[in-house]
């Protein structure tokens, strides 16, 4: 199941809803959901999706998630409702939590990511 953009995005107003309002402090460009996919350039296309990113620059800290990749994973997995949810949710705390830990200057999540990243790009050239 695809949900339209209109219904993907109500599911995030209302999650962002549910956050305390402190978590959101700072985010001066807010949270976005664009209509692009965007696959990930270091993989086979199809296999690997951006679903979000925490942005702190020129324009100011905000949160952009991926409309069209959420769509493309969730045609390729056949997905339901649940997770949709799920994955917008999951997706959205993970960004919150890099604005959270960039405002306190930490960076344990970008370590984790770039971790989970190179394991990825090793299993990958494992399989070539």
Do not use: Q
Not at 24 to 29: E, I, K, R, T
Not at 65 to 80: M, Q, T
Not at 83 to 88: G, Q, R
Request: hydrophobic share 40%; aromatic share 10%; glycine share 8%.
């Amino acid at each position: 199941m695809v949900l339209s953009f209109d219904e993907a995005g109500a599911l995030l107003d209302e999650m962002a809803e549910r956050f305390p309002s402190a978590l959101l402090d700072g985010l001066n460009g807010g949270v976005n959901l664009l209509e692009e996919a965007v696959p990930d350039p270091e993989f086979p296309p199809g296999e690997m999706y951006v679903l979000g990113e925490y942005c702190d620059d020129l324009l100011g800290r905000y949160i952009n998630l991926y409309y069209g990749s959420f769509a493309a994973l969730a045609e390729a997995e056949d997905w339901d409702g649940e997770t949709w949810a799920e994955e917008l949710r999951t997706t959205f705390s993970h960004e919150l939590t890099h604005h959270i830990e960039s405002r306190s200057g930490l960076h344990a999540l970008d370590d984790r990511d770039a971790a989970e990243l190179e394991i990825w790009r090793r299993e990958r050239r494992e399989e070539e």
